[in-house]
C-alpha cells in the first residue's frame, strides 16, 4: 500500500561518526492507512544495489530518539510507527555507502488482522549519494 | 431532515500522510470547504497527541477544535490489535481490556458510535463481553457491514443474534454503502486502464456481475483478457450487492452509516454504488443519523502522482450535494 | 530460591481427553519472592526419570485458564504468576506417564533486574503416577 | 515518641507463599498480635484482587482492613520491571512510565513513601523523571539503602546528588538496617553448621570481617575449611557495615526505615546487627518516621521443614520490644 511514498525523498545518506562512515540511512513511510505499534512490523527487508542487507545491520529509529533492531521490535509495543511518519532506518555498514548512485529496495510488511495473509509493500528508489 | 451528512476524515488521508494536512486541518476544510459538521476520525490513523494515552490536555485541544469549528463527533473509527505480537494472537481476555480502555476514550472525545469490525470469531465474544462498559458510557459498539462481507453473512447475523439475545442498547451497525455495488470503483478501472486492461472486457466482466452470472477465469482468458483485466475480476468478486431492501434489518440498530464512494463527477454523480434504492429506504424508514462521506478513490492516482489526484475535499462536497439531491427527488421535495 | 516448595504437593497426574492419556501434569510454585508477569520467566525446563522433556511439549496454565508455550510466554505480560500460586504445567505426551514411580525435576529462572546472573532454581521430587 | 513501629508483611512471606495467610490475614496479625499500626506491603507479592489494574473495589478494600485493624499504610514496597523481555530491556521512558502508574496506584493506597531500589545507572534518570509525579500525588520516591552497597556508595550518593539538584521534596532513601551487620545472620550460620560448617572457622571468619581484615580463600583453605565455610566467607563478603553516624547524612531525606533482621531470641537479642548504635544516632537526630520489621531469617529453616520454622509474627513482636528497650535505655527513661 502506497508503495510511490514509501522511500522518502530525503534519499539515502551516508552515516558519519567521529568521522567515519560507519554505515547509510533513509527514510520510510508505513504502508498502511494508520500508524501501529512498532510490534506489528511483521519484517523490514532491505536490498542495496542489489544485495539484502543483514536483518542485524538494520535500526529502526523512532521520531523521539529510541533505537530498535528489528528482533527488539517484535515486543515493543509502546512506541508508535504513525501514519505519515518519515521514521529512518539506519544500516550499520562500516565504511558506509560509495559516492554515486545507489538504488534501494525495500519491503516491508505489518500484521493487520483483517489482512490474514499479511500486508507485504515493496517499493524501489535511486539516489546519488555524496 | 432526519438524514445528516458528515466526513470521514479517512477521506482525507493522502493530504495526511504527505504532510499536507494535520488532524486540525483536515476539520477545518470539512467544516470550511464541505460545509458539514459531522466528524468521524481514526485515532490510529490521525492520533491526537500522546495517543494512545489521552491527557486532559488532549480532550481540551480536541473540544476547542469542535466548539471553533461548529463540528460534532460522530463515529470513533477503532482497530483490533490481536496481532500486537509476532509469536501468538492476544487472548479475548487481552483484547476485551484493550477494547475497554479504547471505548473510554472515544467516549471521553464525545463519540456516540465506535466503529469496529467483527474479522474473527473471537470478535463476538470480544465486543459481547464490552457491551456493559460501553452502556455505561453512552456509546454504541457499531460493526462495520463492509465488503466482502454483506448484511445476510454471519459477520453480520451473529452479531445481530448477539444485540437482540442480550437486549443490549450499546450494540449495533455502521452499514458500508459499498456492499451496494454496482460495478468496480471508476478510479480503479481508470487505473486499470492505463495500466492495459482492455475496456469492452471490463464492461461485459461488469455486466456478468451485475447479472449475478459472474465471469470465471476461463471466460476472461478465453475473451483474450490479460493479466489487468484478470485483476478487474478477482477484485469484482470481493465486491457485494445486497438488496438495500435488506437494511431495513439493522437500521433499528444503526445510527451512522459509512458513504463509501470512489468517484464524483462534476454533476455529482457516484456511478459505482446503488446510492439511489439506499437512501430510498432510509428515507422510507424514516432512519436518523449520520452519514460520513468515506471517499477512497485517491489511491488510484498515485501511479500518476500528487499532481493529478483528485480533490478529496471537493469529492466530500459533491457527495454531498448528490446524497442531498436524492433525498430531495425521492422525498419530493 | 523456595527449593523445597516449588514443586506441590498435588504431585504428578496424567492428564486424560476424550478416555486418552494425552499427557501430564504437575504444579508449581515461583522461585521469587513475588509475583511476576509471565514474560518475566526466562525459561522452564522440566525433567522427567532423566530425560529432558522438549521445550515445545510444555504449557504453562494460568490461574483463569489461559494455555501458553513458553515460546509464547516471551510476550505475555498481562498475565502473571503470583507469589505462592500453584501454577498447573502441561506436557503433552501421547500415553502419558506408565503407572508407576517416576522422578520429576524441574529447572526454573526468572529474569530479575537485581539479579544479573539470573535466578535459576532447581528443585526434583518423586511421585506415583496411577 | 518519634520512632513509631510497623511490620513489613515482607516478613509474614512463607505462610502467605504455603497459602496459610492471605494479604488481610498478615495485617490481622500484625495489628493484634505484634500489635503495631504501620503496615508495609510490597503489591507484587501481596497482590490487591485485580492486581496490577487497582480499581475502586480494591481501594475500598484496602482502606476497610485499614480501619478494621487500626492501621495505617507506610512504604509501598516497589519493583523495577526493566527485564519484562526476553529480547530487550525496557527503555527509559518506558521504566519511567511503568513508575509513574505505580506511583498513582501507591498513593491511591494512602502511602506516603515509595520505596524502590537503584540497580542500574538508569534508574536515576528514571527516578528523576517520576519526581515531579512524586511532588504531585505528596509521596516520596525512596530508593533503599540495602547491602551490598552502603551510604557511602554511588548508589545512595548520585541519588543523594539528584535530590540536592533538583531541591525535591520528593525523594529520599529507606536506609535498611542491614548495612550495620556485625555478623553473617545467626539463622543462615545454624544452617551451615547443619550443612557441615565448622564452628570454629566461621567465629574466625567473622571475626576478621569485623576487623576489616576480611579473609581470602586460601586463609579459610588453610584452616581446613570446607565448602560449608567458603560459602560462609563469600556471603559475609557480601555484607556491610557502615559507621551508624553515617545515617545522619541521610536522615534528613528518609522517612522511613527497613529494620532487617534474622533471628531475635527469647530475650530479645538480634546479635548479627548493630542496632544499638544505629537506635542512638536516629534518637540524637530527634528522627522522626516508621521503622517497619523486615524478618528474613524463615528461609533458612527450609531444609529442617514448616514446623520447625520462626513464628513471624513472634519474630516481629519481639523486635518491637528490642527497639522499644533500646529507646528507653538510651534516652535514659
Ligand atoms: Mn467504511
Ligand atoms: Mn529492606
Avoid at chain 1, 536483518?55 to 528482533?71: D, K, P
Avoid at chain 2, 467483527?118 to 460501553?134: G, N, Q, T, Y
Wanted: with cysteine.
Amino acid at each position: 500500500m502506497n508503495e510511490k511514498y514509501l522511500i522518502c525523498e530525503e534519499g539515502l545518506r551516508n552515516v558519519v561518526q567521529d568521522g567515519k562512515k560507519v554505515g547509510w540511512e533513509f527514510w520510510l513511510r508505513i504502508p498502511y492507512y494508520a500508524g501501529v505499534p512498532l510490534s506489528m512490523i511483521d519484517h523490514l527487508k532491505v536490498t542495496i544495489d542489489g544485495e539484502a542487507v543483514p536483518e542485524e545491520a538494520i535500526r529502526f529509529n523512532t521520531s523521539c530518539g529510541e533505537v530498535f533492531t528489528l528482533q527488539e521490535l517484535e515486543t515493543v509495543t509502546t512506541y508508535r510507527w504513525e501514519y505519515g511518519e518519515k521514521a529512518r532506518i539506519t544500516v550499520l555498514q562500516d565504511g558506509g555507502l560509495a559516492p554515486g548512485r545507489h538504488k534501494l529496495e525495500v519491503d516491508v510488511a505489518l500484521r493487520i488482522i483483517y489482512m490474514p495473509k499479511g500486508n507485504s509493500s515493496y517499493a524501489w528508489a535511486e539516489f546519488d549519494v555524496e | 431532515m432526519a438524514i445528516k451528512l458528515g466526513v470521514s476524515l479517512y477521506s482525507l488521508q493522502e493530504d495526511y500522510y504527505l504532510g499536507k494536512l494535520d488532524l486540525e486541518g483536515c476539520i477545518e476544510r470539512v467544516s470550511n470547504e464541505v460545509g458539514a459538521d459531522g466528524i468521524e476520525f481514526l485515532p490510529d490513523q490521525m492520533p491526537l497527541p500522546g495517543w494512545p494515552e489521552l491527557s486532559k490536555e488532549a480532550v481540551d485541544l480536541w473540544f476547542s477544535w469542535m466548539e471553533k469549528y461548529n463540528t460534532v463527533p460522530t463515529s470513533y473509527g477503532a482497530v483490533f490489535f490481536d496481532t500486537m505480537y509476532k509469536n501468538r494472537m492476544l487472548t479475548v481476555k487481552e483484547v476485551v481490556d484493550l477494547t475497554i480502555e479504547d471505548l473510554k476514550r472515544a467516549a471521553r472525545l464525545g463519540f456516540k458510535v465506535y466503529r469496529t469490525g467483527i474479522i474473527r470469531k473471537e470478535h463476538l465474544e470480544i465486543l459481547e463481553r464490552c457491551l456493559p462498559v460501553a452502556e455505561e458510557l453512552g456509546i454504541q459498539i457499531a460493526t462495520e457491514i463492509h465488503a466482502p462481507r454483506g448484511i445476510h453473512t454471519w459477520w453480520t447475523q451473529e452479531w445481530l443474534e448477539v444485540i437482540q439475545r442480550t437486549g443490549t442498547k450499546a450494540g449495533g451497525f455502521v452499514p458500508d454503502m459499498g456492499i451496494f455495488s454496482v460495478s468496480l470503483p471508476v478510479p480503479f478501472v481508470k487505473r486499470l486502464l492505463r495500466e492495459g486492461a482492455n475496456e469492452a472486457i471490463i464492461a461485459r466482466i461488469e455486466e456478468a456481475y451485475r447479472a449475478k452470472e459472474p465471469l470465471s477465469e476461463e471466460d476472461v482468458r478465453g475473451m483474450g483478457g490479460n493479466e489487468k483485466d484478470l485483476q478487474a475480476l478477482s477484485s469484482i468478486n470481493r465486491l457485494v450487492y445486497d438488496d438495500p431492501e435488506w437494511l431495513r434489518e439493522v437500521l433499528p440498530y444503526t445510527k451512522h452509516i459509512h458513504g463509501k464512494f470512489y468517484e464524483m463527477t462534476e454533476d455529482y454523480q457516484e456511478s459505482s454504488i446503488d446510492y439511489a434504492n439506499a437512501i430510498r429506504v432510509l428515507l422510507d424508514a424514516g432512519w436518523d443519523g449520520y452519514i460520513s462521506s468515506e471517499y477512497e478513490g485517491q489511491r488510484h492516482y498515485f501511479d500518476i502522482g500528487c499532481d493529478t489526484y483528485m480533490d478529496p475535499v471537493e469529492q466530500c462536497r459533491r457527495h454531498h450535494v448528490m446524497i442531498k439531491n436524492l433525498i430531495a427527488k425521492l422525498s419530493g421535495r
